[in-house]
């Protein structure tokens, strides 16, 4: 099947042979047809498989150049909003219609200025799009047309109120389509409640991640993650890697680690200014960089084709996640490699990532890799928690439970029978000196 099979437009063939576009993808093939003719769509694929193209040709087509601000795509972070707005622009070439990204961290003003040349299309974060839309500089009289992307990542970070406000208010019903990798129940009544008689399209056969993604996990103490990354980006001398931290602080100390070892490490997270965050992603898009160790939330943009490694220095807690990191890499039908750091006590997170995906991941092991000493205060906690497992047996094995013992201790009590009764411990002689009686609010009733 080609484009031309979709029943595109010519100006918007000419411009997919420009960019070297000849074949759909499969959510492409399945979604553009139907959004063509106007339904509202439910679309569901992998991460990498063109999503925004399959939104976009059909926005471009429909929408009537001149008619400014007749459609609307929601993003949850600011680098996909830059990336969504470069993209359309892109396949927007031979056709007459403006797209502006708007965003949080970006004066009002610079926006607004976007927002005076009329574009047809707005490209936004959901508290930003709100905020302009309250103080009346972008009005819903005209839009035809509503996109949700990566939806399922605007509900996690706490977007779900800003998206009903947003659609509940518009009174003519635009065209709504919501695409993502993942589509939970929840996703799918939001859905229906603005949507006519939507089209479910899911394109994700029996497993959720890309088979061109080489996956495995590496068994690695907490202590010796940063120790493991530097000895894997040494050795294995990859051409550009993505590496996922849980908090923004694992991020920092992550990036200057690698920077003290000698490998050009960069740091993008939320905290970030924005110009700073602009500057990272401009030196990743030209390839200007080896390693960007990153936040879930900052890396939501990343769609860069030479991505070749994806390191998930901290297993995500929620297991699609982990489906969008690793499908950072492998984009347009490359190959790619994804790692995992598992520590001894998340084989029940990585069981649940497995089950999500229908996979098995592999163990890899690195045998030239030699783990550091054990931390002092991680070999105290060890030592305190083997001598109070030890005297627990011994309390089993005499008879005497923590349930069995006294509050207080008898007068007449010896050494021995002491020390068994409060072993390691102070031996208590009366009641304590102030006690809370009761005076303390409680919310049972």
Not at 46 to 73: C, E, S
Not at 106 to 122: M, S
Not at 351 to 365: G, H, M, S, V, W
Not at 416 to 439: C, E, H, K, N, W
Request: proline content about 6%; charged content about 25%; hydrophobic content about 40%.
């Amino acid at each position: 099947m080609t484009f031309a099979d979709l029943g595109l437009e010519d100006g918007l063939l000419r411009g997919l042979a420009d960019l070297g576009f000849a074949h759909p993808t499969h959510i492409q093939a399945q979604l553009i047809p139907v959004a063509v003719e106007g339904r509202d769509v439910l679309g569901q694929a992998k991460t990498g498989t063109g999503k925004t193209a399959a939104f976009g040709l059909p926005m471009l087509q429909r929408l009537d150049p001149g008619t400014p601000l007749a459609a609307l795509v929601l993003v949850p972070t600011r680098e996909l909003a830059i990336q969504v707005t470069d993209e359309i622009e892109h396949l927007a070439r031979h056709a007459p219609v403006k797209c502006v990204a708007i965003y949080g961290g970006q004066p009002i003003r610079t926006q607004l200025k976007g927002l005076a040349e009329r574009p047809e299309i707005v490209v936004g974060t959901p508290g930003r799009v709100m905020d302009l839309h309250q103080r009346g500089h972008l009005p819903w009289d005209n839009m035809r047309m509503a996109v949700l992307d990566e939806v399922d990542r605007m509900l996690d970070i706490g977007f779900r109120d800003d998206i009903r406000r947003i659609l509940g208010s518009m009174k003519a019903r635009p065209q709504t389509i919501f695409v993502s990798a993942t589509i939970s129940p929840e996703i799918e009544r939001l859905a229906r409640t603005y949507m006519r008689d939507p089209a479910k399209i899911v394109v994700a056969a029996k497993s959720l991640t890309v088979s061109q993604v080489n996956q495995s996990y590496l068994s690695v103490e907490h202590w010796d993650k940063t120790r493991l990354l530097a000895h894997l980006l040494t050795h294995e001398k990859p051409a550009l890697t993505v590496v996922f931290c849980r908090t923004k602080r694992t991020v920092d100390n992550v990036a200057k680690a690698l920077q003290k070892s000698g490998i050009d490490a960069h740091a993008i997270h939320g905290d970030m200014y924005q110009r700073k965050r602009n500057q990272v992603m401009e030196r990743l898009r030209e390839g200007d960089l080896e390693v960007l160790v990153a936040s879930d939330l900052a890396a939501r943009g990343l769609d860069v084709d030479d991505i070749s490694h994806v390191v998930n220095f901290d297993l995500p807690e929620d297991p699609e996640i982990y489906v969008h990191r690793i499908g950072r890499t492998a984009r347009a039908g490359r190959d790619g490699i994804a790692w995992s750091f598992v520590s001894t006590d998340q084989g029940e997170l990585l069981t649940a990532i497995e089950q999500l995906i229908n996979f098995e991941i592999p163990r890899k092991d690195y045998p030239d890799f030699v783990p550091g000493p054990v931390p002092s205060d991680i070999r105290a906690r060890r030592d305190l928690d083997a001598t109070r497992a030890a005297q627990r047996a011994a309390q089993r094995a005499s008879g005497v439970t923590p349930r069995s013992q006294p509050s207080v201790a008898p007068k007449s009590v010896d050494a021995t029978t002491s020390a068994q009764l409060f072993p390691g411990g102070l031996v208590p002689t009366a009641a304590p000196a102030r006690r809370i009686g009761g005076r303390v609010r409680s919310r049972r009733r």
